[in-house]
């Protein structure tokens, strides 16, 4: 075998290419190519080092050199000394090899810088070991909140940060939290809505699976502030490594009395039970989870009283999704003023988006809020696979907005997508390419919305099987003439007056869809 | 477990992970989450652990984490040498990992074509 | 005799229904809540059958039709359907014969239909009992089912 003797890897962002990377490269394997070295030397392109402002940057293996402001002059000496006599260039190394920020910028994530705050241990530590948490400076946060601060201050910290809910329905998390501690009642409950059965959303699995501590805390937290001593996290059946690791996780957090009486020897006590769904969307609905938990079917609930007020077994209850639970640790620790250093003026902090379909690499990402759709698919995710063209995304889920191309520039985040009578909703972004079948696709919403309508409502029963017959003759090319029509006819009717959101909201997905490809979807009836 | 406590093992875990960097001259690390388990992560997990232990390197660790985002890549490995960039694989499978060790880990040649990102 | 056995794990409180449906189960020979399976839940928990009977039949999780060693759930919400869940149900059906819903004759394989299951990245996806299994093609499919036919 010819064993390659040593590997240059080219650093290849915006900032090195506008420094000019590309002729620094080109330069490069002419001139490993004219010494005969290429069997020997591989040049290989990688993305950020991590490294600004540096201009052109290299590093060779193995001894792992680091070069900076390398231009296309500099290549002839480099290979001569590096390459072939085993010299580094002095005058070119960095002194500075790049480090990590409080925030670890993630280099690896689909390619591109990531402020990550609730991913930052996910993927990097073991997630089945609580020292490696406690590493991270895990439980310092709860650790200061109950020496340091006062229930109200912890609440009014949260407020200050502008944290609302990650689960879709962007509610302010303090001010819930608020109405919770001052609800009338000895007993209080914290709920984490860790059911996640939106399509196209996988976040808080990545949280649950690989940094269970992270939500332990948050809830803790929460506890603290709310004044309630029992949480409970609803997990979807599905998800059993999440269970697993998360159980594992608060069997850890007991013996080290991190969880349980007297926290910290302290007089808050507070202790976390895993509850296991059995596979139902609607369950995601707060009330209907309440239900669920109590031990019966899913149906939401009438509101008002909201959970705050009237939750589980009828006593004030916050109900919290994961994302949303596993910021709080860090903004009890670095501060609101710190949190809001992230995002826009109106909607701060970050937000974890998964961004699938018909892209280049497929994933999950932590931006800042207010990314705009274009750079979350063309500089995150690489753009539209196989070099087609953007057709469309659904963006929030089963349940959100079909955009076209010409909401690319849209910034994402709660009020901003609210501005466009569209949904950030729980930050799911599915591509579609110019091949895409619209009608197809707008089936498939129909039948996941058929599938999963709990039933206990009249509209919504009906309607999505209606729904559903009417898009499934003229997809077998037998629609009648007027099929369209029904189909935003019965949809507006639904959101008018199905009983819980789920029914209302199939008319986005319907009435957006045909916005944009009215015209593609009607050719199907005529 | 009172602050101080949980102080004393924050020093000792850093301690014991900043030990354990430097015991082991290399560190392997799996992404064990769903996606990664769905496309075959402990098929490749097993193949590191029977790989070195055949060889008996003592100085290398084979640990896992849980999933960092880039789940079209998956299976993903991470390899870690004091003093040098960690470089990351992707789309691993059995086949291959039995090439990083052999390239990587014994001879010190990360295998390019399986590298998605250096850092 | 097992079944109460089983439930002795769990306190009869009426918030454990759903574990306790989930252990009675599992542990159903054929993956399935039988007549039995709910009677017993419903005196464990002092409740109607007719109520455990109907909380089992919400979630979908559970099955009260008896179903072969490996239940097979396919993924077919949208991203997967963009990603071609499609082509792998016909592809299921011709290879298992059956249709959604049905059990292999051997009783090995019960081919179900899911909504998303959360591993969207590596669509199209899968799910058999508690394994996960993405980027799926036919073939991927063909290898997966045969080792589960060698296993027995
Ligand atoms: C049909 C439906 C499904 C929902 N699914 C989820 C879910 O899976 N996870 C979640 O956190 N919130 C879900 N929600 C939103 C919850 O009702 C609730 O607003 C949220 O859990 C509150 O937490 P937050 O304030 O932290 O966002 C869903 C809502 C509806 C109407
Ligand atoms: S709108 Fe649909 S999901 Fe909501 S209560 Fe009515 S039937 Fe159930
Ligand atoms: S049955 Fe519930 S609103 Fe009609
Ligand atoms: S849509 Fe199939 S796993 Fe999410």
Not at chain 1, 89 to 105: D, F, N
Not at chain 1, 324 to 342: K, Q
Not at chain 3, 23 to 44: G, S
Request: with cysteine; charged share 25%; proline share 4%.
């Amino acid at each position: 075998m010819n064993l390659v003797r040593n590997h240059v890897l080219i650093s290849i962002d915006a900032g090195t290419i506008m420094a000019g990377a590309r002729a620094v490269e080109k330069t490069l394997v002419n001139e490993i190519a004219s010494q005969g070295l290429t069997d020997e030397i591989s040049v290989l392109e990688t993305g950020s080092v991590g490294a600004t402002g540096q201009g052109v940057i290299l590093v060779v293996y193995p001894e792992g050199v680091y070069y900076g402001n390398v231009t296309p002059q500099d290549i002839p000496e480099l290979v001569e000394e590096h390459l072939l006599k085993g010299r580094p260039l002095k005058r070119l190394i960095l002194s500075e090899v790049p480090r990590q920020h409080v925030i670890k910028k993630e280099k690896t994530g689909l390619l591109k810088e990531q402020p990550r705050i609730v991913l930052k241990n996910s993927g990097i530590i073991n997630p089945e070991n609580i020292d490696e948490y406690i590493a991270a400076n895990g439980y310092e946060a709860i650790a200061k909140a109950l020496t340091t601060m006062t229930p109200d201050e912890v609440i009014e910290e949260t407020k200050k940060s502008g944290l609302v809910g990650r689960g879709g329905a962007a509610f302010t998390t303090g001010i819930k939290w608020d109405f919770a501690r001052k609800a009338a009642g000895d007993i209080k409950y914290i709920v984490c809505n860790a059911d996640e059965g939106e399509p196209g959303t996988f976040k808080d699995r990545l949280i649950l699976e690989g940094d269970p501590h992270k939500l332990i805390e948050g809830m803790l937290i929460a506890g603290y502030a709310v004044g309630a001593s029992k949480g409970f996290v609803y997990i979807r059946g599905e998800y059993a490594l999440s269970i697993e690791r998360l159980e594992k996780a608060i069997g850890q957090a007991r013996q080290y009395g991190l969880l349980g009486d007297n926290i910290l020897e302290g007089p808050f006590s507070f202790d976390i039970t895993v509850m296991k769904g059995a596979g139902a969307y609607v369950c995601g609905e707060e009330t209907a989870l309440i239900e669920s938990l109590e031990g019966k079917r899913g149906h939401p609930r009438n509101k008002p009283p909201y959970p705050v007020t009237e939750g589980l077994w009828a006593k004030p209850t916050v109900v919290n999704n994961v994302e949303t639970l596993a910021n709080v640790p860090d903004i009890i620790l670095h501060g609101a003023l710190w949190f809001r250093g992230y995002g826009t003026e109106k909607c701060t902090g970050t937000k974890v988006f998964t961004i699938i379909g018909n892209v280049a690499t497929p994933g999950l990402i932590e931006v800042e809020m207010g990314t705009t759709l274009r750079d979350i698919i063309y500089e995150y995710a690489g753009g539209i696979k196989d070099g087609k063209q953007f057709k469309c995304a659904l963006v929030g889920g089963a349940a959100g907005a079909f955009l076209g191309p010409d909401m690319l520039d849209v910034k994402m985040d709660f009020v901003n997508l609210k501005e466009y009578a569209a949904v950030l909703g729980s930050g799911a972004i599915l591509v579609m390419d110019e091949d895409v079948d619209m009608l197809d696709m707008l089936k498939s919403v129909l039948h996941f919305f058929r599938h999963e309508s709990c039933g206990h409502c009249v509209p919504c029963r009906l309607g999505t099987a209606q729904l559903v017959k009417i898009i499934d003759r003229v997809s077998a090319s037998k629609g009648k003439k007027d099929d369209i029509d029904k189909l935003i006819k019965i949809a507006q009717v639904m959101q008018a007056t199905s009983f819980c959101p789920l029914g209302q909201s199939l008319n986005l997905p319907i009435s957006s869809s045909l916005k944009y490809f009215g015209d593609e979807i009607r050719s199907r009836v005529r | 477990m009172n602050l101080e406590d949980l102080k004393k093992i924050r020093e000792k875990a850093q301690k014991d992970v900043e030990l354990r960097q430097k015991q082991a001259r290399i560190r392997v690390v799996v992404g064990m989450g769903t996606s990664g388990i769905a496309s075959g992560a402990r098929e490749v997990l097993k193949t590191f652990v029977e790989e070195i232990g055949r060889r008996n390197l003592t100085d290398v660790v084979v640990t896992q984490t849980g999933e960092k985002g880039l789940a079209s890549r998956e299976p993903m490995v991470e390899i870690f040498e004091e003093g040098k960039p960690v470089v990351i694989y992707g789309s691993m499978d059995s086949e291959k990992s039995k090439r990083v060790v052999v390239e990587h880990i014994v001879n010190g040649n990360p295998v390019t074509e399986y590298a998605i990102e250096v850092m | 005799m097992y079944r109460e056995q089983l439930l002795k794990k769990f306190n009869p409180a009426l918030d454990n229904i759903l574990y306790i449906l989930h252990e009675l189960q599992d542990n159903n020979p054929e993956h399935y809540l039988a007549k039995e399976d709910i009677r017993v839940c419903a005196d464990y928990l002092e409740v109607p059958y007719s109520y455990v009977h109907s909380v089992a039949s919400f979630y979908t999780m559970f099955s009260l039709k008896p179903r072969g060693r490996y239940i097979i759930r396919l993924c077919d919400s949208p991203p997967c359907h963009l990603m071609g869940s499609q082509s792998l149900l016909d592809y299921l059906k011709k290879a298992l014969k059956v249709n959604v819903g049905e059990t292999t004759q051997d009783k090995m394989f019960t081919l179900e239909l899911t909504s998303c299951l959360g591993v969207c990245g590596v669509a199209p996806a899968m799910m058999i009992n508690e394994e996960m299994f993405g980027n799926l093609t036919p073939a991927a499919v063909d290898s997966i089912l045969d080792k589960r036919r060698k296993e027995l």
